[in-house]
């Protein structure tokens, strides 16, 4: 399972996850800064620019993107390494109100 598996299957309230609410953690719990940036600024863009609904695979969002922003394919990579990223589990934190992406290891 990935991210992209995991924000197609995750919704609150029936709406998709949006970016103040998701963090990527290790398996530890503890967040990961750098994957959950990434994570945010990727769930930014797709709110505009992409119907996560429409989308089977995180490659049909990295091709809406290039096609409808001007981002660069450096970007357009990273975003697609994050959407990739296996995951292992999810975490429900209600106490902080957000919903926790466990990781199993770097792409």
Do not use: C
């Amino acid at each position: 399972m990935t991210v992209f598996d995991m924000l197609k299957m995750i919704q609150i309230d029936h709406q998709p996850l949006t970016s103040p609410v998701v963090v990527m953690t290790d398996p530890t719990g503890k967040p990961n800064a750098v994957l959950t940036d990434l994570l945010h600024d990727v769930l930014n863009k797709m709110e505009l620019f992409v119907d996560l609904g429409d989308a089977p695979d995180a490659d049909a969002v990295i091709e809406d993107l290039h096609n409808f922003t001007p981002l660069r394919e450096d970007v357009l990579d990273e975003y697609r390494k994050i959407l990739t990223q296996p995951v292992s589990g999810l975490n429900i934190a209600q106490r902080k109100q957000l919903v926790e992406i466990i990781y199993d290891e770097f792409v």
